[in-house]
Structure formats: C-alpha cells, structure tokens
C-alpha cells in the first residue's frame, strides 16, 4: 500500500488562517502522475484514509490532529458517477476555473456538496457566468499574484454576496500576507513562511542569542561537552527540556542523568547536537508551529536522502536543512546569520547559491517540498525522494511531540 503511495510523489502546502494557525494542507502532484491519484482515491476506502490521515496529520497544541486536504481534480473525476473512497471529512475537492460551466457539471457538484464535500473553485477570476458555481463552493481561491491590488479588491467585492471563504494563494511574502489580511482574506497559501521578515534594527532576543552561540559552536568539530553544556545551560528551559528527552523511555538509559555533560556523554555529540538544535529552534514561540515543523521536514528529508543516495554526507544534509530556513525563524538577514554561526564555504554556497552536491540536494528538497511544477526527478530516485518525505513527515510529527514535552 505505501509503496504504490510513493509512486504518486505527492507534498504538501499549509493552508493558514487569520491567526496563522494550519487549517488544511493542499496536496500537490506533477501532472502526469494526476491520473494516478484520481485513481487511487476511487480505491480502497480504508486505504484512502490511512494515507491521507497520515500525510495531513500533524502534532499541534498537545495532540495529534488531522487536517482536510485540498486536492485539484479533473472535470472527468467530478463527473464520475461514484464518490470517491475518500472521507468528506478529508477531502476538500478544486476545480480549475477554466471549464465550461454546463449543467453536468453543476449538477456533479452539487451532487458531491449534498454528500458532505466542500468545494473550491481554484485560480478564480468573477464572471456573471460563475454565479451558480458561487452558490454551490465553499471557499474560492484567488491567485493574488495575477493581479494589481485594486483587482484583488474587486474580485473580493464580486463574491462578497456569496456564502464563500475568501483564500488567497500565491502568497509569497509576509507584505503581500499583510496586504490580503487588510483586504478581509480569511485563508492564506503560498511560500510567505519561509522567507524572512525585514526588521531595520531588530535586536536579538537573549533566547536568540543563545541560538547563535549554540549553533556557531556545534559548527566546531572540535568543541567540548564542557563548551556545549555552558551554552546551553544560560538557557533554563532549553536545559530542562534537553535533559527530559535523554532521561525519556526514547533512550531507556540504566541510570537518570542529572548534567548536560552527563547527558553528551552518554548519547555522543551528533545525537546531543541534533536535539540541542531542534529545541533551539523551538525557544522561538512568537512564530508558528509550522515554521519550525517545515525546518523539521527540509532537514530529516535531506538527511534521508543522503544516506540512501550516499552522495551528500548526511549530517551535513541535516544541518544544511535546519540553517536554510533559520534566517526566517530568527529574523535575521541570512549573510549576516551565515557569518555570525561561521559555517563552512560548502554550506554557505549550498544554502546561497545551491551549489555543489549539498546545495544540489537542498534545492532538489525545496522543490519537491513546494510541488514544483517544471522540477522533474530522474526515475532513479523518484521514490527515494517520496519515500524520504513520507517519513519527514512522520519524523516531524514525533519531534514536535518530544519538543513541546508531551509524554516523556
């Protein structure tokens, strides 16, 4: 069952609301591989819903929840006389707005709301014409990039009258999230997470700092569990958290460690480096969860990769991941963090530039991660690459759980 799963090479975008809370995820596939998962989703219901359950799952607030999934269908599987497999709970279907809009289809739309399934008219520009579509979805997506603010003002006006939630898509930084959220936006998609925001003068936090000094010694090969646990104690809460998960069942040691450098000892430095890493980046509690949960993914599906591949060393795809992402967390310009943590020129040019085998792979990452649609994985590793991501996922989930301190 995984195995054909990982033939479809599906990721996933987050959809966000107002408060920047994860509401659903929008899975994407390369469109050769459409027809495939139209067919899967007709399949096996038990399946379906194992699946998709695990790829839109996520560990928030405490506990694991599953989130709907927007999926982009064609008119032939809206017009297939059976329902799909799929709960409507978990599946939100889209259609392009670029088809006729004829009786058959209204009426194999209306037929999926009556069942319980919310529609979404995707890439939507108004049209007097689209007015029953309007009263029969549920959300319409708005590709912002296509148009001037004013457009997107009236294209919101148009549908005002409709009972539909407004998303934006194509978000791609925070001042374009900001201009939509002014508009009355009430869900958000795009890339806007990951890139930074430009604060003139912003100062570090001391838990920020503490991340710097952290990270720029685990760059050191040579530093000492001394050096380690003296940085990391300055921080009480990344210490208590630390020691709570090398004392945790996950490690089952014979005896409770009571020291950091106890605890480096006892586990070795890449294990202590990865998890000192991890809850560092956690100290940032004004950003959201899924920041730090898209960090997770990029650095263990790049790790994953490099081990299978045995091209990139995979502690260095580990890290490489985790830095490429920290100037959005820390708000920081990332050639000023770059320099401040004193990385090596082949990270440096594989964060930059993508270049050499590590930037390479990291590139090959991002656009999986984001569905890019011209990026073309050769055959060879098509499943290495979604089997990876696949158990990013999962590995995230289990990180967050162990991060926020639930059941240690």
Known sequence: MEEHFNQLGLSRQPIFDRDLNVVAYELLYQSQNGNQVEKFLHGDQEACDVLINNFTSIY??????????????????????????LS?????????NDQPVTEELLASLRKYSEAGYRIVLDDFTYHPDYNTLLEIAHVVKIDISKYSQSEVSA????????????????????SAYDRCHQLGFRLFQGNFLSQPTKIQGKKLSSNQTIVIHLLAALQDKDVTPDVLADITSRDPLLTFK???????????????????????????????????????????????????RQILITARMSECIAYKTEEV????????????????LLEIEQKTL?????????????????????????????????GQSNFELPTAVKE????????????????????????L
């Open 384 to 407: 290495v690459y979604s089997e990876a991501y696949f158990e990013a996922l999962r590995w995230s989930n289990e990180t967050m759980q162990m991060m926020q301190g639930s059941h």
């Open 242 to 292: 630390l020691l709570r998960i090398v004392n945790s069942a996950r490690y089952n040691l014979p005896t409770k460690l009571e020291s950091l450098t106890q605890a480096i000892v006892a586990l070795g430095m890449n294990e202590i480096n990865k998890w000192a890493t991890l809850l560092a980046l956690s100290s940032n509690d004004d950003k959201p969860s899924e920041l730090i």
């Open 155 to 174: 294209q919101l006006k148009n549908i005002q009258r409709f009972k539909v939630t407004a998303l934006a898509e194509k978000v791609e930084n925070h």
């Open 313 to 328: 060393d995979s502690e260095l795809a580990f890290l490489t991941g985790v830095l490429s992402m920290l100037d959005a």
């Open 338 to 370: 770059l320099e401040q943590l004193s990385v090596s020129d082949e990270i440096e040019l594989a964060i930059t530039r993508y270049e050499g085998k590590t930037g390479q792979l990291l590139q090959a990452v991002n656009f999986y991660m984001i």
């Open 88 to 96: 409507r709970h978990n599946l939100v279907i889209e259609i392009k």
């Open 60 to 85: 928030d607030s405490g506990s694991l929840k599953s989130l709907p999934a927007f999926l982009n269908v064609t008119e032939g599987f809206i017009k297939t006389e059976s329902l799909p497999s």
